[in-house]
């Protein structure tokens, strides 16, 4: 339980701020997409050297590096559209990442790639995880400026500067990085979960980009310590426990948050006054 809460606040600093971004710059579905692009590339590092870490984390990032690049290719070189491209690689990605790990692996096996064992996370692990989230932080400091820019208006970012197309390039890989990262605690399938929930929650109860970020990552936490807690004392899966307590908090955000929930749409607000 110790290890797991050390994991899930490193996957947290690391997965609220980029799942921020994608929120914003409406690549939502993408990060899923991501998710399960991975999974071939840590089917293949499963099949030649079983559940090693290195081989499994090179094989995932290698997998989901590959499948943006294809994806963003195709989108370009043809009349299809990014979402549909990307939609046909993860699809193809998913199947042929569950083909694989079934060929030699057992349900059990199938099972830890597919959704995680946060319980289970070693050193080495965690220490992978922790790089992770510092150097997703030291390179969003870097690339922050443009990155926000290119998220309110990138006609203006390529008017004015050339750093737009690399921001987006560092930033998907990024992406790849934390799911990589959080796969290794949560599976492919869920490992999402922890990267988009939390700041679609966050979005309700603020506007402001700076507290948009620490709010998610705040919300990450929460929901990581509160789902260990219920997998706990219930005897419950610790994933999906942890990713069901984040969707029980954007429910009630979507009714209860001040910044465009339900209630707050429905009541009368007060006029400005001169």
């Known amino acids: 339980m110790r290890r797991a809460?050390?994991?899930?606040?490193?996957?947290?600093?690391?997965?609220?701020?980029?799942?921020?971004?994608?929120?914003?710059?409406?690549?939502?579905?993408?990060?899923?997409?991501?998710?399960?692009?991975?999974?071939?590339?840590?089917?293949?590092?499963?099949?030649?050297?079983?559940?090693?870490?290195?081989?499994?984390?090179?094989?995932?990032?290698?997998?989901?590096?590959?499948?943006?690049?294809?994806?963003?290719?195709?989108?370009?070189?043809?009349?299809?559209?990014?979402?549909?491209?990307?939609?046909?690689?993860?699809l193809v990605s998913l199947a042929l990442g569950v083909m694989i790990v079934s060929l030699k692996g057992s349900n059990v096996d199938l099972l830890h790639v597919l959704f995680g064992t946060v319980l289970g996370l070693d050193d080495p692990t965690l220490l992978l995880v922790a790089g992770i989230a510092s150097l997703t932080l030291v390179t969003l400091a870097f690339i922050w400026?443009?990155?926000?820019?290119?998220?309110?208006?990138?006609?203006?970012?390529?008017?004015?500067?050339?750093?737009?197309?690399?921001?987006?390039?560092?930033?998907?890989?990024?992406?790849?990085?934390n799911l990589v990262g959080g796969f290794h605690a949560l599976g492919t399938l869920l490992s999402v979960g922890l990267m988009m929930l939390p700041a679609a929650t966050a979005r309700f109860w603020v506007r402001d980009l700076t507290a948009l970020v620490v709010v998610a990552t705040g919300i990450a936490f929460v929901a990581g310590i509160?789902?260990?807690?219920?997998?706990?004392?219930?005897?419950?899966?610790?994933?999906?426990?942890?990713?069901?307590?984040?969707?029980?908090?954007?429910?009630?955000?979507?009714?209860?948050?001040?910044?465009?929930?339900?209630?707050?749409?429905?009541?009368?607000r007060r006029h400005l006054e001169a």
């Open 5 to 90: 809460l050390v994991g899930v606040f490193a996957l947290s600093l690391g997965a609220g701020p980029v799942g921020v971004f994608l929120m914003l710059r409406r690549m939502s579905l993408t990060g899923d997409a991501m998710a399960h692009a991975i999974l071939p590339g840590a089917a293949i590092g499963f099949l030649v050297a079983g559940l090693d870490l290195a081989a499994m984390t090179i094989g995932g990032l290698a997998a989901g590096l590959l499948v943006a690049v294809g994806a963003g290719v195709v989108a370009r070189a043809t009349e299809i559209k990014e979402d549909a491209s990307m939609a046909a690689f993860y």
């Open 145 to 177: 400026r443009p990155l926000v820019l290119e998220c309110v208006d990138p006609s203006f970012l390529a008017s004015v500067s050339r750093s737009g197309g690399l921001s987006h390039i560092v930033f998907l890989a990024l992406v790849v990085m």
């Open 226 to 268: 509160v789902g260990l807690l219920i997998s706990y004392h219930a005897g419950a899966p610790s994933g999906p426990a942890i990713i069901l307590v984040a969707g029980a908090g954007y429910a009630v955000s979507v009714i209860f948050g001040p910044a465009g929930g339900v209630l707050s749409r429905l009541l009368p």
